[in-house]
């Protein structure tokens, strides 16, 4: 039984927030003084004075953590949240100029053709399932490069209009500049179509929405006219490598006690992630410009994570922005191996680092700058931790050089000199509580609702999934502070990361992969274990699981990319999430399409026709898709020079660059279907 509706007052969210703070602020000066008790026995040295900083803002950032999983643990165990904002009362019964239209707008850079088109395809045809689907409309927003996976784009839109009956109604465009890259993408739309829509659903490459879900998102935006955003929590899915599968166990098992937790204390002044979340377009358009940061990349130039700036605006300007941990049916996909996260990883780690300028700018609430200091936190620590791991390990050295003797009588455990006792007892037991209570909160509630936890596969393997998911964490949490440790230093020292296409796509890792990515970590765990062992033997035994994770990199992360082992797992009832029990009907419709779609290429491929400028269709649809800009005579040359050298070097010495610029021209493309259809002609002879 839900509670009973109740509308949100400014005296609420202060209470609400005020308890947080102070249940982060108060653990965490617990700890502190546990820790600063021992250090002020014999007086502070500069190590541990340099220990002392980094425990408070290590214990600050996993008591936010702790807490806001917490706060959602006791909220799910009560039955829910008054406050929500899908149980929120609605601020008016009917929005004025009848349904709204919106938008469904996936920007896209580099991706898989067939993957993005079979998302697309299953989002409409549940919407179109809902029996409201004319009230959306479909934009593909391509920044693609790639001349083939451009052409590929454009063809498989084409196929979908006819196949939905949808033109007029589904949309495809491929700008010619990709400048600002995704946030100018949604701002080039924006500015050209945004007048069109009251609404827009900002989707990822990898993103799938129920029907359903998309219909209850423009419900509660049209119900309460002063939300601007309101984001979904996606979980991820529909991924077999073992890594994959994990990480979709632990989102989807812990995910409700973390997201409900954010709305606990966030409420109306919540966060952005960018994608799967329903946006007001007047105000977005109005108020989230983004400038251009002076200097250079990674800290000047463009704002890469442009949605917690976004957020912060449209909340400076007075609009609310809502997570709403009701809606089911949102998803994204992860990246399936260790080394594909980690390189994720590090281009998120420059945005947030990016934001250590918003955080002092002018304008800001300093909800918002919690937000921006959050976010460099997330990767800030890792380094922090490897301070103090090595700061430890200095101060235990020390210390056994003065106090030598640990083992008394029949003792089983060292007896280690005091400051050092409490120095690691607390970091070991408060840390550890911390990290490990939000996974018991999650298996509590599971096991309090039967039917729950059946989508996990019973108690038994949910409680072993746990465990082993648990186990998994701790080794590959040394590796992940290794990487994101480098990602910081090398951002600082102004080394710039980019904007790479991200790689989806299962793939089991070759011995070599793994090794070149994970050499150096094996390296460094067999020499900060070489090196305790022989001079600080005591502290060998606490750095054992830290050590562990690093020697074993190679063998875990190639083990963890296996499909195979992965999909054993699940026969065997491990890690497994309610939407592998009993599939949802758009994730059944996505295979459904990417099957459709594969057999339709692999079909054209058999009879020989193919799907590039000698394809008649595919090189008329380009041409028509293709703007009519005037040519100079000296890019005219240009073009002309490259058509030659594409005669006699052939299309592999040329450029990606290149190749799209012979493609982006008309006359240079009427050419080059006459020279592919010539080049067909005599193979076949």
């Known amino acids: 039984m839900y509670p009973p509706a109740v509308a949100l007052t400014s005296g609420a969210i202060t209470a609400r927030r005020t308890l947080f703070f102070v249940l982060v602020v108060l653990t965490a000066f617990l700890a502190l003084a ?34 806001t999983a917490t706060l ?9 949240d008054k406050y929500s904002i899908g149980r929120m009362p609605p601020t008016r019964t009917a929005a004025p100029g009848g349904p709204p239209r919106t938008a469904l707008v996936m920007p896209i850079y580099n991706e898989d053709p067939s993957r993005v088109t079979a998302g697309l395809r299953a989002i409409w045809q549940s919407l179109q399932e809902t029996g409201r689907g004319e009230e959306f409309e479909m934009l593909i927003l391509s920044d ?26 589904i949309f495809y465009r491929n700008r010619e500049k990709n400048i600002a890259r995704k946030s100018g993408n949604l701002e080039d739309f924006c500015h050209r179509w945004g007048g069109r829509y009251r609404y827009m659903v900002v989707l990822d490459a990898d993103s799938l929405m129920a029907g359903d879900t998309l219909v209850k998102m423009v419900d509660m935006m049209e119900a309460h006219p002063g939300v601007a955003l309101i984001q979904s929590p996606p979980l991820p899915a529909n991924h077999k490598s073992l890594f994959s599968r994990i990480l979709q166990f632990a989102s989807n098992f812990y995910g409700d006690i973390f997201i409900w937790g954010i709305n606990y204390w966030q409420l109306s002044g919540s966060g ?11 105000p977005f358009v109005q108020h989230c410009g983004l400038p251009k940061l002076p200097g250079k990349e990674p800290f000047g130039g463009e704002i890469f994570s442009h949605d917690t700036v976004e957020a912060a605006l449209l909340r400076q300007a007075g609009w609310a922005v809502w997570i709403a941990p009701e809606l089911k049916g949102s998803y994204e996909e992860l990246p399936p191996t260790l080394i594909d996260y980690a390189k994720r990883d590090r281009r998120w780690c420059q945005g947030n680092l990016q934001h250590l300028r918003m955080v002092f700018a002018k304008g800001f609430s300093g909800l918002s700058r919690l937000y921006f200091l959050m976010g460099i936190m997330s990767y800030v620590s890792s380094p922090l931790w490897l301070m103090f791991l090595i700061l430890t390990g200095f101060e235990a050295y020390i210390q056994s050089q003065t106090m030598p003797v640990y083992f008394f009588g029949d003792n089983l455990f060292p007896v280690w000199p005091e400051s050092y006792t409490v120095e690691m007892t607390t970091v070991l037991l408060v840390t550890l509580a911390m990290l490990f209570l939000p996974k018991i909160w999650s298996l509590i509630l599971g096991l309090l609702h039967w039917r729950k936890i059946k989508g996990y596969g019973g108690a038994i393997r949910a409680m072993l999934s746990v465990f082993l998911e648990s186990l998994f964490s701790v080794l590959t949490a040394p590796v992940l502070m290794i990487y994101q440790s480098k990602f910081v230093f090398a951002i600082l020292m102004r080394r710039s990361v980019g904007w790479p296409p991200q790689n989806r796509d299962d793939h089991r890792l070759s011995l070599w992969e793994a090794v070149q990515a994970h050499g150096e970590h094996t390296l460094i765990g067999l020499a900060a274990g070489w090196v305790s062992f022989l001079y600080v033997p005591s502290f060998f035994a606490w750095l054992i699981p830290v050590l562990s994770g690093l020697v074993l990199s190679i063998p875990l992360s190639m083990l963890s990319s296996s499909a195979a082992v992965g999909q054993a797992a699940r026969r065997m009832g491990l890690f497994l999430t309610p939407e592998e029990y009993q599939e949802p009907r758009i994730i059944q419709l ?14 054209s491929a058999s009879a020989g026709e193919a799907r590039n400028l000698a394809d008649p269709g595919v090189c008329a649809l380009h041409l028509a898709l293709l703007p009519n800009r005037p040519v100079k005579k000296r890019q005219r040359h240009q073009l002309r020079a490259l058509l030659y050298q594409l005669v006699e070097e052939g299309a592999e010495k040329l450029s990606a660059a290149e190749k799209r610029s012979l493609v982006s021209d008309p006359e240079t493309l009427i050419r080059l279907h006459t020279l592919a259809c010539s080049r067909r002609e005599d193979a076949s002879a």
């Open 590 to 603: 996505l295979k459904e399409h990417l099957t459709q779609l594969e057999a339709a290429d692999a079909a």
């Open 272 to 282: 952005y992630w960018g994608h799967n979340a329903i946006l007001r377009v007047a």
């Open 34 to 67: 546990m820790i600063s008790s021992a250090f002020l026995q014999n007086g502070i040295t500069p190590t541990e004075l340099v220990l002392l900083i980094l425990y408070t803002l290590l214990i600050l950032w996993v008591s936010t953590s702790f807490w």
């Open 72 to 80: 959602g643990f006791w909220v799910l165990l009560r039955g829910g």
């Open 144 to 169: 693609t490069r790639d001349p083939d996976c451009w052409m590929q784009e454009e063809t498989n839109w084409y196929r979908m209009c006819v196949d939905f009956d949808a033109h007029g109604r």
